[in-house]
């Protein structure tokens, strides 16, 4: 496909197979979102991405600085066993330095992986402990029992990014403030340190926190008010933990950064584009002042994401966690205001109209611009990767069609007036490979939407693995490939029991979404033949015999959703709405002490357990 010198396409096939060209207005509009003044694109930027073990010649001698401070002279070529990694290239002729990354170019693949395990919102995911949302300890047990007894041999996890501190708090974990940092809404509040010591002062609030699991909808207002409390009571108490030290050294300047945003949005609101002009961007004199001013306020929301940290260690220490990594960020967050010159403005993303999604989609995030995030050398693009993949044993890329191109949509457009935009594939994938290879990390791309021919080959070859959907599939799971996650439904689609019983087709219709009730229906009548159901068969036989169907997938991991595995009619997000639906906010209908004592769940595991072959 054709694109222009700023990489927006000429136009793109859409689900029905009609060409939908890129009009004038949106070209414009684009362009000038990525800084277009008339002139051409900036020149190409001073980074090499270079897979390890291939010679590649130099334009002179140079001087190479290694990611461990070593440095090395070079006449005309990289060497063969250049080690993997972010290293500098220092032209001797004084030509400007370039970033050169080395990477492996396939992401990690465990040997004989073959395994099952659940896809979990975890906010949902709620014990008798709670404080009406589940939590990083909800977390450790689920992972322990379905370990231990169910023989899964992964969890994948709603993203856990960090939202912005204040009210009203944003249910979306795929709208984050930041996606280097976590929520402290999923903290165990009775497991930190200092809390057995201040068990009589913490009770009334947390009998008032679990006192919030008696409502299935959750209130993240009220959970953050309880939990914000009990944590302020606890700071004083925290004086002197070299732990605290040292991870803190260790994160260095994005932890401070993002700590600071948390500490201005506090005094000044949640979106940093409404703060006084002195503070809008992170390296303003004012904002150091501030920071001084503040310390100890700072202190406190980066001693937050240290406690984070260690309770997410302690959860993936019982089980593989599958990270999710958002397609973007809030665009008055965290992340943006520290990479806002990187990101485009007056634009968002979302999806062109599809057979399921009849109007397109929105999402509300502001993109990076390509070349302006190859001149930070994609600095945070890594960083993004790299926390995500902190205490993960895989990455879910959420969307991942993005890192080959992003449907933009000019501010004050309907979905059908974007366009798609290229990105540095090649780049990008070698970021991803060798952080994934740092971590240990499988990644799985979430590669559903409209795709161009080929998509899925390049992924592969990147090993990434592909995400099979049974709603979407036409081909029986035992046709599945190999190297893939094949699951029954995602967050955005319906539950088991919502297709079946129609209450999910039923609710579309009386929100008013249009929804495409032959594509449907025609989904229903397949899984009807797949599992020889009868047209009055009970939601928990149809859930059971659909994960049997599912259990013959070849593929190399399968997953199965908490929500079937309680019969819940509804999905966790219907596209296409804010207010009008409970999005990301309705806990299971079991706690999980409930959960493991019932058999649904139990026989899920059963059609889906493997053995190594």
């Not at 990525?34 to 334009?59: E, I, Q, T």
């Not at 002729?93 to 099952?116: K, V, Y």
């Not at 939590?135 to 231990?148: F, T």
């Not at 008010?225 to 030290?245: I, V």
Request: aromatic share 8%; proline share 9%; net charge neutral.
């Amino acid at each position: 496909m054709t694109e222009d010198p700023w990489g927006i396409t000429a136009g793109y096939e859409d689900a029905d197979g009609v060409w939908r060209p890129t009009g004038e207005a949106t070209r414009a509009a684009l362009r000038a979102a990525m800084g277009d003044g008339g002139a051409a694109p900036p020149a190409a930027s001073r980074v090499l991405v270079v897979r390890a073990g291939r010679v590649r010649a130099l334009p002179g001698p140079a001087d190479l600085a290694l990611e461990d401070g070593s440095v090395i002279r070079l006449e005309r070529r990289l060497p063969p066993d250049l080690p993997l990694g972010y290293h500098e290239l220092r032209p001797l002729d004084g030509a400007p330095a370039t970033r050169l990354i080395t990477s492996p170019g396939r992401c990690h693949w465990p040997p004989g992986l073959r395994t099952w395990g659940w896809a979990v919102q975890l906010y949902a995911t709620r014990s008798e402990k709670s404080w009406g949302i589940g939590d990083l300890a909800d977390l450790r047990r689920l992972a322990r029992w379905s370990a231990r007894e169910l023989g899964a041999g992964l969890l994948l996890v709603n993203p856990l990014h960090a939202a912005s501190p204040g009210l009203p708090q944003e249910p979306s974990p795929y709208f984050p403030s930041s996606r280097r940092y976590r929520n402290p809404l999923y903290l165990r509040i009775e497991e930190l340190p200092g809390a057995a010591e201040a068990a009589v002062e913490l009770e009334p609030l947390a009998a008032a926190g679990r006192a919030l699991n008696a409502a299935r909808r959750i209130d993240r207002d009220a959970v953050y008010r309880l939990k914000l409390a009990a944590l302020e009571r606890l700071w004083p108490r925290s004086a002197g933990n070299p732990a605290f030290e040292r991870y803190r050294a260790d994160q260095g300047r994005a932890l401070d950064e993002f700590a600071t945003f948390c500490v201005l949005a506090e005094r000044h609101g949640r979106d940093w584009r409404a703060w006084p002009a002195d503070y809008r961007r992170p390296d303003a004199p004012a904002v150091a002042r501030f920071a001084t001013a503040e310390a100890e306020r700072v202190r406190f929301h980066a001693w937050l994401q240290w406690l984070i940290d260690a309770q997410l260690a302690r959860a993936a220490a019982e089980l593989p966690v599958t990270q999710d990594l958002p397609v973007g960020v809030d665009p008055g967050g965290a992340d943006a205001w520290v990479w806002q010159g990187i990101l485009a403005h007056d634009v968002t993303v979302g999806a062109p109209p599809d057979r399921y999604n009849t109007r397109g989609q929105d999402w509300r995030l502001p993109p990076f611009v390509p070349h302006r995030l190859a001149a930070a050398g994609y600095e945070p693009f890594i960083q993004t990767i790299r926390a995500t993949l902190r205490h993960a044993g895989g990455l879910r890329v959420d969307h991942a069609l993005g890192l080959f191109r992003l449907f933009w949509i000019p501010e004050g457009a309907s979905p059908v007036e974007g366009a798609f935009v290229r990105y540095p594939t090649d780049d990008l994938l070698a970021i991803i490979a060798l952080e994934s290879q740092r971590a240990g990390a499988v990644v799985v791309a979430e590669d559903l939407g409209t795709a161009e021919p080929g998509m899925r080959e390049h992924l592969a070859a990147a090993g990434v693995l592909s995400y099979r959907v049974l709603w979407f599939e036409k081909a029986r799971p035992v046709r599945y490939p190999r190297r893939a996650v094949a699951a029954v439904t995602t967050h955005d689609l319906p539950t088991v029991a919502g297709l079946w019983t129609g209450a999910d087709l039923a609710a579309q219709n009386g929100l008013g979404l249009q929804p495409n009730a032959a594509a449907v229906g025609a989904i229903r009548e397949r899984l009807r033949g797949f599992g020889r159901l009868p047209d009055d068969a009970p939601p928990e036989q149809v859930i059971v015999r659909t994960y049997e169907v599912l259990g013959r997938a070849p593929s190399a991991i399968l997953t199965a959703t908490l929500e079937d595995a309680c019969a819940v009619p509804e999905r966790p997000n219907m596209p296409q709405t804010t207010t009008e639906w409970p999005n990301w906010s309705l806990a299971l209908p079991a706690t999980l002490e409930e959960l493991e004592t019932r058999p649904l769940p139990g026989a899920i595991a059963a059609a889906l357990r493997r053995r190594a072959p």
